[in-house]
């Protein structure tokens, strides 16, 4: 599986961004996928996570209520809406995908991970 994640941006404090993460290769459907992050000078971050049907999400506390995963079997997308952003939200934003079928906050538990793509917040 390629990931290919997009939409980072510069954005103010309570703004928002969605990210995507475009996936080919193996079947899509069979992963699932989550959303890592990764500051300056920190270790790399569970944000969220999606199982490979979509019907079970969760999230990490400092994001949860805030940011929303989702994803579209059909176009291999999974995506994070990411609404009132804080400058502490800065950091490189990874999607990956995982053979456990509900998904991990865990990156040991991924496979595949996409190139990340930068958010920063500035307040």
């Known amino acids: 599986v390629q990931l290919q994640a997009l939409g980072g941006g510069l954005v103010q404090a309570g703004g928002s961004l969605r990210l995507s993460c475009a996936a080919s290769?193996?079947?899509?459907?069979?992963?699932?996928m989550g959303w890592f992050r990764q500051a300056p000078g920190k270790e790399r971050e569970f944000v969220a996570a999606?199982?490979?049907?979509?019907?079970?999400?969760f999230y990490a506390d400092s994001v949860k209520g805030r940011f929303t995963i989702s994803r579209d079997n059909a176009k291999n997308t999974v995506y994070l809406q990411m609404n009132s952003l804080k400058p502490e939200d800065t950091a490189v934003y990874y999607c990956?995908?995982?053979?456990?079928?509900?998904?991990?906050?865990?990156?040991?538990?991924?496979?595949?991970w996409g190139q990340g793509t930068l958010v920063t917040v500035s307040s």
């Open positions: 999606i199982s490979w049907n979509g019907a079970s999400t």
């Open positions: 290769g193996r079947t899509f459907s069979s992963y699932a």
């Open positions: 990956a995908a995982s053979g456990s079928p509900y998904g991990s906050s865990r990156t040991l538990r991924y496979d595949y």
